[in-house]
């Protein structure tokens, strides 16, 4: 019995460092594509603006997530090993009202001070549109957390490092193929 738990303990550890590593590879692969064609898109200043603008996205996350994702994971395995379904599906249920209400409070609040100090207007358009993805991009990163608690490691890590920069690839550059040229950084924020 403990030689079988142990044999499980060790696929599952060999199976998520294999999957992180070849997750990690192939998102560097993605985002370097991603930033190459953008910036020939959109040229310096308008990279800097869309960069801006998820970089916001990426402080104000830390904010929103409510440093719940740490505390998920380690629940919702500790849960699911005592056959505690109820907790685990009230855990979920919690965590993800909760780091939607202070997304969107996170988010209102950061477009209020903006207003407040007075954005530069090529700079206000993308950043607004990332604001209205921080509350999406943070049920994602719970999600994510609930998927490794549950021990689907690879499938928790997936979303954000690999299916995220695809579909954005790939409307990008559909973007391209209809209009010929993506030049405006809202436009390629609202995208991603």
């Known amino acids: 019995m403990n030689h079988t738990a142990n044999r499980s303990l060790r696929r599952i550890l060999i199976e998520g460092s294999a999957g992180g590593l070849i997750i990690s590879a192939v998102s560097t692969a993605l985002l370097f594509a991603v930033s190459i064609l953008l910036t020939r898109t959109l040229g310096a200043a308008g990279y800097g603006a869309y960069a801006y603008a998820l970089s916001w996205t990426t402080i104000l996350g830390i904010v929103a997530g409510l440093g719940l994702t740490r505390m998920l994971v380690r629940n919702i395995a500790a849960y699911l090993s005592n056959q505690q379904f109820a907790l685990v599906h009230g855990q979920i249920r919690w ?8 997304s969107t409070l996170t988010a209102a609040s950061a477009w209020g001070l903006a207003q407040l100090v007075g954005f530069p207007s090529d700079l206000l358009g993308p950043f607004l549109i990332a604001l209205l ?5 943070s049920l994602v990163r719970v999600n994510q957390a609930i998927l490794q608690g549950l021990h689907r490691v690879v499938l928790g890590q997936l979303a954000e490092p690999i299916v995220q920069p695809l579909f954005f690839l ?15 950084p809202s436009v390629v924020t609202a995208l991603h």
């Open 133 to 137: 993805m921080l509350p999406l991009v």
């Open 95 to 102: 965590a993800s009202r909760s780091v939607l209400v202070a």
């Open 170 to 184: 790939a409307l990008i550059l559909a973007a391209l193929l209809v209009a010929n040229e993506v030049y405006d």
